[in-house]
């Protein structure tokens, strides 16, 4: 069985600092994705970045970057300079088969 | 290229009636997968669809069910609507069904069962 951890109900940060969220996750399987996507009040999921399991390097996507670390099964993400769009619920997942969401991080950016 | 469209955004039903929901995904994208979203619950899969197939299932009754047609787009259906079906459901679409793939997110489907 899959399972996705995100032990961060919420995080409150000061506009412009680094903020890193944290999941963890769990399978047996040697082939999967992992997933961050952010989702606004609105309700939309909003894709940010992916990281394949045999992939080498962390992924980048402009401000965001993965620091997966495969031993230790952990795949957070990183937000240089946050701003205060970023304000969001922040939703780690995993696809094997099929997509599984951790509870996910409601992120809120301070002024 | 045009998102993952859903209709309608917003439905209030009353228990016991039945709904359709309808999905459109990104041009070219042959996979669609559905989720509930509850409070309580947190973001649960339903299915997927690959090529008008059912690929995989989630762990939901009966009473909900879907289908895909042969342009891709998608609809699901819940009969016998309880209370508990108060959820958001989100539609996504991929170009294909492998690990790698990346889902990307329609606006969803708010519902309310009154």
């Known amino acids: 069985a899959q399972k996705i951890t995100q032990t961060q109900p919420g995080m409150f940060v000061q506009e412009k600092e680094a903020v890193t969220l944290d999941c963890t996750y769990d399978?047996?399987?040697?082939?999967?994705?992992l997933f961050w996507y952010k989702q606004p009040s609105s309700g939309e999921m909003i894709f940010l970045i992916y990281q394949g399991s045999y992939d080498q390097q962390n992924a980048t996507e402009g401000r965001y970057s993965l620091n997966f670390q495969k031993a230790r099964k952990s795949a957070n993400l990183v937000i240089s300079a946050s701003q205060l769009g970023d304000s969001a619920m922040y939703f780690c997942a995993m696809r094997i088969e099929k997509l599984t969401f951790g509870t996910g991080t409601r992120l809120t950016i301070i002024p | 290229k045009a998102g993952v469209t859903q209709t309608p955004r917003y439905l209030i039903k009353t228990r016991g009636q039945q709904v359709t929901l309808s999905c459109s995904p990104i041009?070219?994208?042959?996979?669609v997968s559905w989720y509930q979203q509850t409070p309580g619950q947190g973001l649960q899969f339903l299915f997927e669809y690959f090529s008008e197939t059912q690929r995989n299932k989630g762990n939901f009754p009966g009473r909900f069910s879907g289908r895909q047609f042969s342009n891709s787009r998608s609809e699901m259906n819940v009969s016998t609507l309880e209370l508990g079906d108060s959820a958001l459901y989100l539609c996504?679409?991929?170009?294909?069904?492998?690990?790698?793939?990346?889902?990307?997110f329609g606006p969803g489907t708010r519902l309310l069962v009154l």
């Open positions: 996504a679409s991929s170009s294909g069904t492998g690990a790698q793939e990346t889902q990307y």
């Open positions: 041009s070219g994208h042959r996979s």
């Open positions: 399978t047996s399987d040697p082939s999967y994705g």
